[in-house]
């Protein structure tokens, strides 16, 4: 299966923009979710989404900025970012994902990451 992500860019701070990861031999009936590497750091998971949509996680550096949906009609996952900061800037990933108590967010198979899209917030 594919997981492609798109929709990044330069925006200044305090803008938005929306991320979009489309899927291909793989259905959003499964937990799936956004992670982010900023340059120089560690692969950081953002949030993730059950296959109900019951169940979301969101890290604490983005609770109340940024939102996680899905449209299965569409095959289609979502990140709407607001209020972006500096510190936002990465490459961002969608991939299978949960996040377990006491451990975090991880990624659910052993495939590649893919490409990833850049988001750069900057002045």
């Known amino acids: 299966f594919q997981l492609q992500a798109s929709g990044g860019g330069l925006v200044q701070p305090g803008g938005s923009l929306t991320l979009s990861c489309s899927a291909s031999g793989f259905t959003l009936d499964s937990d799936i979710g956004w992670f982010r590497q900023a340059p120089g750091k560690e692969r950081e998971g953002v949030s993730c989404?059950?296959?109900?949509?019951?169940?979301?996680y969101y890290a604490d550096s983005v609770k109340g900025r940024f939102a996680i949906s899905t449209d299965k009609i569409k095959n289609t996952m979502y990140l709407q970012m607001t209020n972006l900061k500096p510190e936002d800037t990465a490459v961002y990933y969608c991939?299978?994902?949960?996040?377990?108590?006491?451990?975090?967010?991880?990624?659910?198979?052993?495939?590649?990451w893919g490409q990833g899209t850049l988001v750069t917030v900057s002045s």
């Open positions: 989404i059950s296959s109900t949509g019951g169940d979301i």
């Open positions: 991939a299978p994902a949960r996040y377990i108590d006491n451990i975090g967010m991880v990624k659910l198979d052993f495939g590649s």
